[in-house]
């Protein structure tokens, strides 16, 4: 049970999660009327899951057109195709953000008609820390980060990656009714800070292989990690189809499915489905409502209509 650490009586009321010096800490108010008692701890971690949070930014293709306007491009129209600029990535219970970026000289060879694109160190070292990891969470990954990787990957000769449990936010943001659903629109409808602002000379410059804008770039990618990871964690207990966070278990205790906390607490409310009745249970960790297995009627109904 949490107790509130001024009047000792017992929180319920979870107001999601804020980030302090200390790192991200859980955020709620004593139910108490007498007391009403803001306070912030810090998440338990009782599981051991590896969870990733990765981006990769990209360099467009070149192709010829023509005309300026969209239209169906053969092979033979490509002049020079995409590659890998940077990537970054961050393991959740952690503050460091890992990234990988081309060197100006890399970045020049890709673009020089004679040599092949020369991404394979950073795309390599990408697959190592997605072979390592039990959960990957993206936003747009499963159209766009994930099969470009995939592609990277297989013209490199790199083996298939250990299977991994997908989370991709864009795909759980279908649930809510954001007028936009891109990063940076939703993270500052929720009174964050959104992504950095750009322009395409940002691509141009990297692509010709200008050090400053490499650098730049990087943190961009970096900081749409760290925004990624911010949403992944409001929005994480709204999803029911999260990967179970019990199989990740450290104790064998029943926990929450999408945090993994121990302390759950039982609803008067029960999930009733076409035969049987289930106890719903709230975890003061992150808010989630998961339901029990069990059910908690003696008998079954036999017919359904």
Known sequence: MIACPSCKKTITNIRGYENTKEGRKIKGQCLNPKCKTNYFR???TRTMARI????????????????????????????????????SANWDDSEKVI????TPQEAKNSNDRTNQVDDKRIVEQLWHLLDAADIVVTKNGKTFDVPKMNERFLCY?????TQYRHVDLQINLRNFGFSWKGLDAVRKR??????????????KECMAGNP???KKMSLYCGKDVLENKILYHDIRPWDNQHPNMGVYSLTGNP??????????EELSVTYKT??????????RECGHVPRGRKTTKKTTVQLVG
């Open 42 to 44: 810090v998440p338990e």
């Open 52 to 87: 990733l949070h990765f981006d990769i930014e990209t360099a467009p293709m070149e192709v010829y057109a023509f005309s300026n306007k969209t239209e169906f491009i053969s092979a033979p129209m490509l002049k020079r195709d995409w590659y890998v600029i940077c990537w």
């Open 99 to 102: 990234s990988a970026c081309q």
């Open 157 to 161: 000769g790199l083996p298939p990656l």
């Open 190 to 203: 929720m009174g964050g800070e959104g992504k950095i602002p750009t322009d395409f000379t940002w691509w």
């Open 212 to 214: 400053e804008y490499l």
């Open 255 to 264: 926990c929450c499915p999408v945090c993994g906390s121990e302390d759950l």
């Open 274 to 283: 076409q035969t049987n009745t289930y106890p719903q249970f709230r975890c």
